[in-house]
DNA sequence: ACGCTTCTCGATATTTGAAC
DNA sequence: GTTCAAATATCGAGAAGCGT
């Protein structure tokens, strides 16, 4: 099926367009292709990853806004269960869904940026949107995650005068790929009535692991300075933000302007627990 | 100190669809 | 039908924290 016949043309392509010593060096071409045929959506389902675990308010909701790795999540956003535009085999692209992940700056070259990304509904598709905490109010827009993302690398490798691979795996940056937020859009409302998704096995991952992910230095706990940073920007963006009502459980869950403001004020790290957070400090 | 585990990022393979 | 480009999936390296 997948790799056999159709993958020549793409393999030239490759080797072509590789700029590099890796593709070059890795490939035996002359003999036989390197043939790292890597399956499609295999498994999907049947894999099981394993997941922080994130607090809860009493009703089953998860609290809002909640650390996962380098990202924070501020909203989960609704799903469009209707359309099979808004999710496909893996991912569900939940309208209204915000995160804000550190990544460098498309003006400076030295420093790191908040980047605040969201989904907003593009009628017959969802839009992504990428803004840069210092370049508020003029957000990247594209039709795909993929496509959001590689702008900014662009930018932001070009303002560095970095010449290799613009390449980004958007649901990556996005954080679809994560299983923490993965698991967490798959327990939002209608997730189980999108068509084409496969559902997805998790498991909570061990205390000891979570702590190591949190504390990890590129991701893990975001400092104040971070916090107070993740606010202004999601401050700054908030007028462009969607409004987005979803129904959990009989309780509404409004996204909007003021709770964007209001979220922003309260960040907090839903993986440690009080006690962990005691150890966190010390 | 070491091994374990998971993370992100970057590179590359693969698929899909548009253009010719 | 072929070529090309864009989008997306997957892999590997390196980094980091934890427990022993």
Redesign the pocket.
């Known amino acids: 099926?997948?790799?056999?016949a159709?993958?020549h043309?793409?393999?030239d392509?490759?080797?072509s367009?590789?700029?590099?010593?890796?593709?070059?060096s890795?490939?035996g071409y002359s003999q036989q292709p390197?043939?790292?045929?890597?399956?499609?959506?295999?498994d999907?389902g049947s894999k099981i990853?394993?997941?922080?675990p994130v607090p809860r308010d009493k009703y089953g909701n998860y609290e809002m806004p909640v650390q996962?790795?380098?990202?924070t999540v501020l909203n989960l956003g609704k799903i469009i269960w209707d359309q099979d535009s808004y999710h496909?085999?893996?991912?569900i692209w939940p309208v209204g869904y915000t995160v804000q992940?550190?990544?460098?700056s498309m003006k400076d070259p030295d420093r790191q940026v908040i980047y605040t990304c969201w989904i907003t509904d593009g009628g017959d598709a969802p839009l992504f949107h990428v803004e840069a905490e210092d370049m508020a109010g003029s957000p990247i827009v594209?039709?795909?995650?993929?496509?959001a993302w590689?702008t900014v690398?662009r930018a932001a490798n070009q303002i560095r005068q970095r010449e290799?691979?613009?390449?980004?795996?958007?649901?990556?940056?996005f954080?679809f790929?994560?299983?923490?937020i993965a698991k967490m859009i798959q327990d939002l409302p209608s997730a189980d009535r999108c068509r084409t998704y496969i559902v997805q096995h998790f498991v909570e991952?061990?205390?000891?692991?979570v702590?190591?992910?949190?504390?990890?230095?590129?991701?893990?706990r975001p400092s104040t300075e971070m916090l107070s940073r993740g606010q202004r920007a999601l401050m700054a963006s908030s007028s462009k933000l969607p409004h987005v009502e979803a129904t959990l459980d009989g309780e509404k869950m409004a996204c909007s302007q003021t709770t964007h403001a209001f979220t922003a004020q309260r960040i907090s790290v839903a993986t440690l627990t009080n006690s962990d957070e005691e150890?966190?400090r010390s």
Do not use: C, F, W
């Not at 702590?211 to 893990?220: D, S, T």
């Open positions: 099926m997948y790799g056999s159709a993958t043309s793409g393999a392509r490759s080797v367009a590789s700029s590099g010593s890796i593709a070059g890795e490939v390197p043939v790292k045929r890597r399956k499609r959506h295999h999907i990853r394993s997941v922080q996962v790795g380098i990202l496909n085999e893996r991912y992940r550190e990544y460098y594209a039709p795909t995650a993929t496509g590689t690398l290799h691979s613009n390449s980004a795996s958007g649901p990556d940056y954080g790929s994560h299983p923490t991952m061990k205390d000891r692991h702590r190591g992910v949190i504390k990890k230095g590129r991701g893990g150890t966190a």
